[in-house]
Nanobody, 123 residues
Framework: QLVESGGGLVQPGGSLRLSCAAS????????IAWFRQAPGKEREGVAC????????NYTDSVKGRFTTSRDSAQNTVYLQMNSLKPEDTAVYYC??????????????????WGKGTLVTVSS
C-alpha cells in the first residue's frame, strides 16, 4: 500500500526528495512516519507528520535539514532532505498508523510499511 521513491546517490551537501505514495488508503487521514536503517544499525525514526493539520516532528540529527510534508491531491507524503551527510546513508522507509489521530512517530505503532528506498551520500 505504501511505495517509496526518490532515493539514489548524492554528494555530501546535496539534496534529495523522497516520496511515499499510497494506492489504497488516503494519507491525509493517517499519521505517517519516516524511518531509516543504515547497514549494521537498527532502524531509527527520522520524521513524522500527523493526520489532518500536518504537525511534524524530527529526530535531532536531521532538524533544520529535513522537512516532511503532504500533498493530499497527490496522496503523497514527501521527505525533503537537504545538506545531506554521509551518515544519512541508509534505506529509508515510510510507514502509516491507521488507528490513531494526531502525531505518531514510534516504530512499534506503525501498521503499514513500504519496502524502502536506498539513499547513498558519498563523494
Amino acid at each position: 500500500q505504501l511505495v517509496e521513491s526518490g532515493g539514489g546517490l548524492v554528494q555530501p551537501g546535496g539534496s534529495l526528495r523522497l516520496s511515499c505514495a499510497a494506492s489504497e488508503i488516503t494519507l491525509h487521514y493517517y499519521a505517517i512516519a519516516w524511518f531509516r536503517q543504515a547497514p549494521g544499525k537498527e532502524r531509527e525514526g527520522v520524521a513524522c507528520i500527523s493526520s489532518g493539520v500536518g504537525n511534524t516532528n524530527y529526530t535531532d540529527s536531521v532538524k533544520g535539514r529535513f522537512t516532511t510534508s503532504r500533498d493530499s491531491a497527490q496522496n503523497t507524503v514527501y521527505l525533503q532532505m537537504n545538506s545531506l551527510k554521509p551518515e544519512d546513508t541508509a534505506v529509508y522507509y515510510c510507514a502509516a498508523n491507521l488507528r490513531t489521530l494526531g502525531l505518531v512517530c514510534s516504530y512499534s505503532e506503525m501498521d503499514h510499511w513500504g519496502k524502502g528506498t536506498l539513499v547513498t551520500v558519498s563523494s
